[in-house]
C-alpha cells in the first residue's frame, strides 16, 4: 500500500497496490489509476520503501472467510473441557523462547484453527509488514512516521538509517548523556541548590509519559538488584491535573533533595505544563527565586528545546527523543531512561533495555508458529473478530506488576481503538479490545465473578517460577509463592473446565440451588510463565505485549500508531476552559452550548469559587 505525502483535491483511495519498491529521498513519481471511475492523480514523496497489503480489503479474503466458517461450524460445536483431554493438541499449543513459556491450550482453539490463522497472517502480509517497521518505513501513514520504537533498545553497534542518519548512533548518545547525568546525581556530584544531595525525584507527565515509566518503576522496586541500587531514593509520579495529585506527589519531600522530571514531548501539553509550572513555583518558594534553583533541581525530557528553554531548564539538562517514538512505545526512550536511571541506576535500565531486545529480535526472526508475540497477537483478532469477544482482562500473579495492566491498556486501546482502516474504509469487522486487569490474587476478590458466571472475557495469566521476594511460614504446607501460583494454575482450568450441574448435585447440593452455582466454562485464556521477574524479564514483557498489538493492528489493516481518538475532547476543553474564564472573572453569561452542559456550568459556577488572582488574565 503506497501513501501519498500530496495527493490532489484529497481524493480517499478506494483500492490497494501489492509493490515493493525501494526509492531514494525525494524520489516523486505519479500514479494514475482508476477509481470509482475517477482519475486519481497523487505524488509521492521521500518513500523509503513501500508498505505492502494484499488486493482486497482483508475481510473479503478467501482466509478470513475459511475462519469464519471454521468458528461456526468447528469450534462452535467443542468445550475445552474436552479438548483439554487430548495431550497432542495440548503439546502443540505451546511455544517458548528465552525463558518465557506460552501455554495457549485453554484458548478455543485448534491445531488446525493456528494453520488458518498462519495462512491469514500470510495473506495480510504480516512478515513484510514486521520487517518494514523494523526497517524505518513510514508506516505510520496517517502521521508520515517510522515506527521505531525498537531502536531504543537495539545494541551500540547496530547501524539503521533513516533518513540519511544513523538513529543508532542517535539514541545511544542520548543514553550515554542519562547514564552521565544519572551518576552525577547518585553519586553527590550534582547536588540541590543548598548543596544536598538529590535522593527524591518527581516525573511530570500524562499518558505514555507516565503510564510507561510507572509500570517499570513499580516493577523494579521490590527487585533484588534494582531495590538495593534505589537505597533510600523516592521515585513519584504527577500526571492528573488535579491538584490533590500535586498534594501527593509532593507530600513529605524536602525540596532541598528533590528533583523534578518533565516529561513532555512537544511541551506543550496543558495538564504537564499546569503540574510543571506548579511544582517550579513550589521550588521556588522553598529555595529561592533564582535561576539556579530551577538548574539544580528541574530536567526534561522533549525534543522542543526552545519551550524548554523559555521554562528555565537549562538546556544541557534536557534529554531528548524523536517522533519516531509515540508516546506509549516511549518508556524505552529517555522517558523511562531518565527517571528509572535516577533511582536504581543506568546499569538496570540497560538490563531492562536487553530484554526488550532479546524479544524485538525474536518477534523479527522466529517463524511464525513459534513466535510468542505472532501467537498473543492471531489469538486476539481470532477472539475479537471471529469469536467476538470485546474486552481481554491481564492477571499478572506479581504485586510488581500492579501497574502493567493500565500500561496496557493504554497500549492496545490508543493503539487499536480504530474505526477505519488505513485506506480510510470504515471497518466491516469487530476490532479493538476493552483491556483491564488486576494482580492475582486481588482480581479473583473483585471481578472473577462476572469472568467465571458473567460474560465470556478470554484472559492472560502471567506468572512467575521466583517470586521477588520468597517467604516461608512455618506451619503452612507450601511457601508464599506457591500459594499464589496455585490459584494462577487453577483459575485457568476452572474458566475452561467450569462446573456442570451433575457435580454440583453430586455435592449434595439442593435443586432449586444447582443452576445458581453451575459454571458453564469454556472460557478462554493463555497462560505465560516467566522466570523471576527482573529487569531483563520485564523488558521482555514490555516488548511481548507491544509486538502483540502491533501484529493485531497488521492483520486487522489498521493504523496502531496514531491517536486522532485523544484530541477532540481536548479541543471542546479549550472552549469550556475559555468560558470559565469569562464567567467566572468577567461576568459573561455562558453561550455556545448545547441546554444540558450550559445548565451543567451554570451548576458548576454557582457552587464553586475561583482563585483571587493579583491579576486576571483573558484566556484567548
Not at 530536567?299 to 508516546?327: H, Q, R, Y
Not at 536504581?344 to 531486545?357: I, K, S, T, W
Not at 475452561?496 to 485464556?525: C, D, I, Q, Y
Request: aromatic share 10%.
Amino acid at each position: 500500500m503506497w501513501r501519498p505525502s500530496k495527493c490532489p483535491n484529497e481524493v480517499s483511495l478506494g483500492f490497494t497496490f501489492s509493490l515493493q519498491l525501494a526509492l531514494p529521498k525525494q524520489v516523486r513519481f505519479s500514479v494514475k489509476s482508476r477509481v470509482n471511475r475517477k482519475l486519481v492523480v497523487c505524488t509521492v514523496e521521500s518513500v523509503g520503501s513501500i508498505y505492502q497489503t494484499s488486493d482486497v480489503r482483508i475481510s473479503k479474503t478467501s482466509e478470513w472467510n475459511a475462519l469464519e466458517q471454521h468458528a461456526k461450524n468447528v469450534i462452535s460445536k467443542t468445550h475445552l473441557r474436552d479438548l483439554l483431554t487430548d495431550p497432542e493438541r495440548s503439546e502443540k499449543l505451546w511455544a517458548e523462547f528465552d525463558g518465557c513459556i506460552l501455554d495457549y491450550s485453554r484458548q478455543r482453539v485448534l491445531p488446525e484453527t493456528m494453520k488458518l490463522l498462519f495462512d491469514l497472517a500470510n495473506r495480510a502480509k504480516l512478515q513484510e509488514k514486521k520487517e518494514a517497521m523494523f526497517r524505518g518505513d513510514k508506516i505510520n501513514i496517517t502521521e508520515n512516521r517510522s515506527v521505531l520504537h525498537t531502536a531504543l533498545r537495539a545494541p551500540k553497534e547496530t547501524q539503521l538509517f533513516v533518513d540519511g542518519v544513523n538513529i543508532i548512533e542517535s539514541v545511544w548518545q542520548v543514553l550515554e548523556k542519562i547514564r552521565s547525568f544519572s551518576n552525577r546525581v547518585r553519586s553527590g556530584q550534582h547536588t540541590g541548590v543548598t548543596g544536598r544531595p538529590i535522593k527524591n525525584f518527581i516525573a511530570i507527565g500524562i499518558g505514555g509519559s507516565y503510564l510507561g515509566p510507572e509500570f517499570l518503576h513499580e516493577a523494579l522496586r521490590t527487585e533484588r538488584v534494582a531495590s538495593a541500587a534505589a537505597g533510600d531514593r523516592i521515585l513519584r509520579f504527577l500526571s492528573n491535573v488535579d491538584p490533590v495529585d500535586v498534594k501527593r506527589a509532593t507530600d513529605k519531600l524536602n525540596p532541598e533533595e528533590t528533583m523534578a522530571i518533565v516529561v513532555s514531548k512537544t511541551f506543550t501539553t496543558r495538564e504537564t505544563n499546569i503540574n510543571a509550572k506548579t511544582i517550579k513555583d513550589w521550588l521556588i518558594y522553598h529555595l529561592g527565586d533564582s535561576p539556579e534553583t530551577i538548574k539544580k533541581h528541574m530536567v526534561a525530557c522533549s525534543t522542543n528545546l526552545d519551550m524548554v528553554v523559555k521554562f528555565g531548564i537549562d538546556p544541557e539538562n534536557m534529554f531528548p527523543f524523536w517522533d519516531w517514538v509515540g508516546g506509549r512505545y516511549s518508556v524505552c526512550s529517555s522517558v523511562g531512561a531518565l527517571p528509572i536511571s535516577l533511582q536504581y541506576g543506568f546499569d538496570v535500565f540497560e538490563r531492562f533495555l536487553q530484554g526488550a531486545h532479546s524479544m524485538d529480535d525474536h518477534f523479527r526472526y522466529a517463524p511464525l508458529e513459534r513466535n510468542l508475540p505472532v501467537l498473543l497477537g492471531l489469538l486476539g483478532v481470532w477472539n475479537m473478530s471471529f469469536l467476538h469477544y470485546n474486552a481481554r482482562a491481564i492477571h499478572p500473579y506479581s504485586e510488581a506488576l500492579l501497574r502493567f495492566p493500565a500500561h496496557i491498556q493504554q497500549l492496545d486501546m490508543e493503539s487499536n481503538g480504530k474505526h477505519v482502516n488505513i485506506f480510510g474504509e470504515n471497518v466491516d469487522y469487530p476490532v479493538g479490545e476493552i483491556d483491564f486487569g488486576e494482580p492475582g490474587t486481588n482480581g479473583q476478590h473483585s471481578f472473577f465473578q462476572l469472568l467465571h458466571m458473567g460474560q465470556v472475557v478470554p484472559c492472560d495469566f502471567i506468572g512467575f517460577m521466583e517470586s521477588q521476594n520468597p517467604v516461608c511460614e512455618e506451619g503452612e504446607p507450601v511457601s508464599n509463592h506457591d500459594e499464589l501460583m496455585a490459584n494462577f494454575f487453577a483459575q485457568p482450568d476452572a474458566l475452561a473446565f467450569g462446573k456442570t450441574a451433575e457435580e454440583v448435585e453430586k455435592e449434595g447440593n439442593p435443586k432449586w440451588l444447582v443452576p445458581h452455582m453451575v459454571f458453564t466454562g469454556n472460557r478462554p485464556s493463555s497462560c505465560l510463565l516467566m522466570p523471576v521477574l527482573d529487569a531483563y524479564v520485564t523488558g521482555q514483557l514490555l516488548a511481548l505485549y507491544e509486538h502483540r498489538t502491533a501484529v493485531q493492528g497488521f492483520l486487522w489493516e489498521i493504523n496502531s500508531f496514531d491517536q486522532f481518538g485523544v484530541e477532540l475532547g481536548k479541543v471542546l476543553a479549550n472552549k469550556v476552559r475559555k468560558q470559565l474564564n469569562e464567567s467566572r472573572y468577567f461576568n459573561k453569561d455562558i453561550s455556545g452550548f448545547n441546554p444540558s452542559t450550559t445548565r451543567l456550568l451554570n451548576r458548576y459556577l454557582e457552587g464553586s469559587v475561583g482563585c483571587a488572582f493579583e491579576h486576571v488574565y483573558h484566556y484567548e
